[in-house]
Every structure is written in structure tokens, then in C-alpha cells.
């Protein structure tokens, strides 16, 4: 059975099956949103980074949510929430919010071999 914490409103699960497949489908939307930005060039502004930067935890956080957070509803859900959210996110699903330089780092620790006596 799947671990949960209640925040608030809401209940943030482990991830199974379905919380795998949402997280795919929010990733999805988070790099369209990027996209986007990046189409506008030198266009792009401080607001279209801000919005960037306030939906760079949104996939992972909501994927294992339920009742189920819009991008929309995200950016109206206020920062203790979201903190609330997260934190029971990340402790019951960590590997989703492992960062890329601390991957890189796992696959390249050296391995330290033991001698052996002569």
C-alpha cells in the first residue's frame, strides 16, 4: 500500500504506476512551457522567466497529488502550501527531485578499490 500525507487540502502520495504516468505527462507540459519561452527569443522578458522558475517544481510536486493541481491553480496556491507539498513530496517520492549535477555526480565517484597483499 502506498504511503500519504495530508497538506492541507490535499493528499500526497507515494508514487505507483499512475503518479509515474502523471509526472510524464506534467514534465510534458513543463517543457512545452518552456519551449514557448524560448521561441520568444529576445522577446522573452522577466515575467516569462518568473513563471519558468514558479512552475520548475510544479510536475513533480503535483504529479502525486490529489485532488489533481493545475498549472493555473499552482500559481494561485499559496507558498506555504506549496512548501507543505513539496516537502511531503520529495520525502515520499526523493528520486523525483534529485538534481542533475547530483546524478552526474553518483556516475562518476570514483570507486576505490582495496589492495590486495603482495
Same mark, same amino acid.
Given at each position: 500500500? %502506498?504511503?500519504?500525507?495530508?497538506?492541507?487540502?490535499?493528499?500526497? =502520495?507515494? /508514487? $505507483?504506476? %499512475? !503518479?509515474?504516468?502523471? &509526472?510524464? +505527462?506534467? *514534465?510534458e507540459i513543463y517543457k512545452s512551457k518552456v519551449s514557448a519561452a524560448q521561441e520568444k527569443g529576445d522577446a522573452a522578458n522577466d515575467a516569462d522567466v518568473e513563471y519558468l522558475q514558479a512552475l520548475s517544481i510544479w510536475a513533480q510536486v503535483t504529479a502525486c497529488?490529489?485532488?489533481?493541481i493545475s498549472v493555473d491553480d499552482w500559481m494561485r496556491t499559496p507558498l506555504t502550501t506549496i512548501? $507543505? &507539498? +513539496?516537502? /511531503? /513530496? !520529495?520525502? %515520499? *517520492?526523493?528520486?523525483?527531485f534529485i538534481v /542533475? =549535477?547530483?546524478?552526474?555526480?553518483?556516475?562518476?565517484?570514483?570507486?576505490?578499490?582495496?589492495s590486495m597483499p603482495a
Open positions: 500500500m %502506498l504511503q500519504t500525507r495530508r497538506v492541507a487540502d490535499y493528499v500526497v =502520495s507515494e /508514487a $505507483g504506476p %499512475l !503518479e509515474a504516468a502523471r &509526472l510524464l +505527462r506534467k *514534465n497529488v490529489t485532488p489533481d512548501t $507543505g &507539498l +513539496r516537502s /511531503a /513530496a !520529495e520525502i %515520499l *517520492n526523493p528520486s523525483w /542533475a =549535477s547530483q546524478q552526474q555526480e553518483k556516475k562518476t565517484k570514483p570507486r576505490h578499490k582495496k
